[in-house]
C-alpha cells in the first residue's frame, strides 16, 4: 500500500545520529543522504527537512510503527534512540493490540511518535 513514509526535521545531523542508531538496532542502515535536504533509510523511511521551509512538527496522533525482527531488537532500538536524544513514549514491553506483540515507543527530536514492533513468540 505505502511506497515510502517521510518525517520531517528541523535537526537533521541529530536525527541522521539518532535514527542511524535506533534502525540501525532494527537491521536498517541508511541507503541515501540528499545533502542538506535528508537521508534515507532501507529505501522507504525517508527523514527531510520540510520542502516548504517551515518548522518541522509531529502529527498528534500519528505513529510510525516499524517491524523488529527480535524482541531484543526492540529493547536495542529503544535504548539506541533515547541514547541519541529521542525520548521515551512507550518502554519495551507486551502489548495487546496483537498477538505475541512487544513493542517500544519513542519520539524522535522533534516529536514524531515512532514504535519498534515484533509478534513473534518469546
Known amino acids: 500500500m505505502?511506497?515510502?513514509t517521510t518525517v520531517g526535521t528541523n535537526d537533521l545531523d541529530g536525527a541522521r545520529?539518532?535514527?542511524?542508531?535506533a534502525l540501525g538496532a532494527l537491521g536498517h542502515a541508511r541507503t541515501a543522504d540528499l545533502g542538506d535536504n535528508g537521508s534515507i533509510?532501507?529505501?522507504q523511511f525517508f527523514v527531510l527537512k520540510p520542502a516548504d521551509g517551515?518548522?518541522?512538527?509531529?502529527g498528534n496522533g500519528t505513529t510510525i510503527s516499524?517491524?523488529?525482527?527480535?524482541?531484543?531488537a526492540v529493547d536495542e532500538f529503544h535504548a539506541a534512540a533515547l541514547a541519541n536524544g529521542a525520548t521515551?513514549?512507550?518502554?519495551?514491553?507486551?502489548?495487546?493490540?496483537?498477538?505475541?506483540?512487544?513493542a517500544?515507543?519513542?519520539?524522535?527530536?522533534?516529536?514524531?511518535?515512532?514504535?519498534a514492533v515484533c509478534t513473534k513468540p518469546e
Open 66 to 72: 516499524l517491524a523488529a525482527p527480535s524482541r531484543s
Open 88 to 102: 521515551c513514549a512507550g518502554a519495551p514491553g507486551p502489548r495487546g493490540f496483537a498477538p505475541n506483540a512487544y
Open 41 to 43: 533509510y532501507g529505501g
Open 17 to 21: 545520529k539518532m535514527y542511524d542508531a
Open 2 to 4: 505505502f511506497t515510502h
Open 54 to 58: 517551515a518548522p518541522a512538527t509531529a
Open 104 to 115: 517500544a515507543y519513542i519520539r524522535d527530536l522533534d516529536g514524531t511518535k515512532i514504535v
